[in-house]
């Protein structure tokens, strides 16, 4: 499938994927670290730039979320979304050139979409243009002290992040980084990180497992 003006990078999935991915413990652990950071209040305009099958959104609304756009580029994803979240608005589009008016969100969010891109700082300033000043971006992103980077393996990744790189990139592209964290912290074997995902997230506080955790999560404001 071929969309002008649309990133290149970004894997042509399809709904099965996204059924699937959304069963996973390690989205849902994902998912919920992303409700903490973003705090969610009735009054917010949220987008999710790269909605995927539209599980956060449903998160979103579920705690009370009355303005939530999704955004992804492939009709696979909106159409899966739009069928899982009647309240939110789903719309094709580019991440790179959002058709949105600058200020227009509180809140942006963007789960394992930012190592797709080739110019990191171009997709940030972007994202930051539809801010409001002192709005919240929150980016859910590989990190590349996992000890299994090849859990990672995909042909459209063009960069996998350290916690110090993604603060760097933020900071470059007009942000106040207020935290990052670990989710899903390592603990071995693909099925034992399964199991982490749903009951040992508290080991991300422990130096070793924490460093070396699956997902990197970023919040940080726009100034």
């Given at each position: 499938m071929t969309f002008p003006g649309a990133a290149p990078s970004v894997s042509?999935?399809?709904a099965l994927y996204y059924v699937k991915r959304q069963a996973s413990p390690t989205l849902l652990a994902e998912i919920a670290s992303?409700?903490?950071?973003?705090?969610?209040?009735?009054?917010d305009q949220i987008l999710e730039v790269g909605c995927g099958g539209g599980a956060l959104l449903s998160r979103l609304i579920s705690h009370g979320s009355g303005n939530v756009v999704g955004l992804d580029w492939l009709d696979a994803s909106v159409d899966l979304a739009r069928q899982r979240n009647?309240?939110?608005?789903l719309l094709r589009g580019d991440a790179r050139a959002l058709p949105f008016a600058e200020g227009q969100f509180n809140k942006v969010v963007a789960q394992h979409l930012i190592e797709h891109f080739d110019d990191t700082e171009q997709v940030l300033v972007e994202w930051r243009r539809v801010l409001k000043r002192n709005g919240v971006l929150v980016i859910v992103t590989p990190n590349i002290a996992f000890p299994h980077q090849q859990w990672f393996e995909d042909p459209t990744h063009r960069r996998i992040f350290s916690a110090a790189d993604l603060r760097v990139q933020l900071n470059r592209a007009g942000y106040l980084v207020r935290e990052t964290r670990i989710i899903n912290p390592?603990?071995?074997?693909?099925?034992?990180?399964?199991?982490?995902a749903r009951y040992l997230q508290f080991l991300r506080r422990l130096p070793w497992f924490g460093a070396h955790g699956m997902s990197l999560i970023a919040s940080a404001v726009r100034l």
């Open positions: 042509d999935y399809d992303v409700t903490d950071l973003l705090d969610p209040q009735p009054s009647s309240r939110a608005a390592y603990v071995g074997s693909l099925s034992f990180q399964f199991a982490a």
